[in-house]
């Protein structure tokens, strides 16, 4: 059981290059999201999705996009690399319910992206 | 705005030591609370969820202050591996039940020192 499944690990871009990070997860969750956490700052919802074919934005969705077109892959497009999109990006998913495992989220391992 | 506020430390602690920090949110609508623990360069990895009533986890206790809005970690007998970040997470709640009503505080820095 991989859980969530993050790649490139690194990845070093050209401004405005374009790039896909993958996503993946084998734990049946509906629920999966991007976020972004650049030093001493919390982690920024970039976009979220409920289920396959549906997605919706987070707080900081400019320059970013999204598609679910199944349960288990979540890739996140830059269209356009900037500068102030050098960070660290986490994908993660959850089942959504009122259960106690509900609402917490499993993350990757990351991909530390820097934009020059 | 949603709010979580955490003390970044860094908290400099003696192996053995008893450590507790506290967050505060500004949201009274909140409806579940979690810390998170972030090591170096790593992913967050759920410690525990904060429930109404408070609960313990071996060495770790979470407790939670509707009233006052703050919820707290305390760390007994703390390990050098206890070393990390702990992110204080809350749940606005949101129409779809899913986790994409979390607000994420910027972490506090724990160093267990021997």
């Known amino acids: 059981n991989a859980g969530v499944t993050q790649t490139p690990k690194f990845r070093i871009l050209k401004i405005g290059q374009s790039m896909t990070l993958q996503c993946t997860q084998d734990?049946?969750?509906?629920?999966m999201y991007w976020y972004r956490q650049d030093p001493g700052m919390g982690l920024k919802l970039i976009y979220y999705?409920?289920?396959?074919?549906?997605?919706d934005k987070g707080e900081v969705p400019n320059g970013y996009n999204v598609s679910r077109s199944t349960t288990e892959d979540f890739p996140l497009r830059l269209e356009l690399a900037a500068p102030s999109q050098t960070s660290v990006y986490f994908c993660?998913?959850?089942?959504?319910?009122?259960?106690?495992?509900?609402?917490?989220?499993?993350f990757g391992a990351g991909s530390r992206l820097t934009v020059l | 705005r949603k709010e979580v506020e955490q003390d970044p430390g860094p908290f400099n602690v003696p192996e053995g030591a008893t450590v507790a920090f506290n967050c505060t949110y500004s949201?009274?609508?909140?409806?579940?609370f979690f810390w998170y623990r972030q090591d170096c360069r790593k992913e967050p990895k759920l410690l525990m969820s904060?429930?109404?009533s408070g609960n313990e986890d071996g060495r770790f206790t979470a407790q939670l202050n509707r009233a006052s809005q703050y919820i707290s970690l305390l760390i007994r007998d703390s390990k050098l591996s206890d070393s990390a970040t702990y992110l204080c997470?809350?749940?606005?709640?949101?129409?779809?039940?899913?986790?994409?009503?979390?607000?994420f505080g910027k972490g506090t820095h724990l160093i267990i020192q021997p």
């Open positions: 993660a998913s959850s089942y959504a319910g009122s259960s106690p495992g509900a609402n917490v989220l499993t």
């Open positions: 734990m049946n969750h509906n629920y």
């Open positions: 999705s409920v289920g396959a074919g549906i997605t």
């Open positions: 949201n009274s609508a909140s409806q579940s």
């Open positions: 904060v429930y109404s």
């Open positions: 997470v809350v749940n606005e709640g949101t129409s779809g039940g899913g986790a994409d009503g979390l607000t």
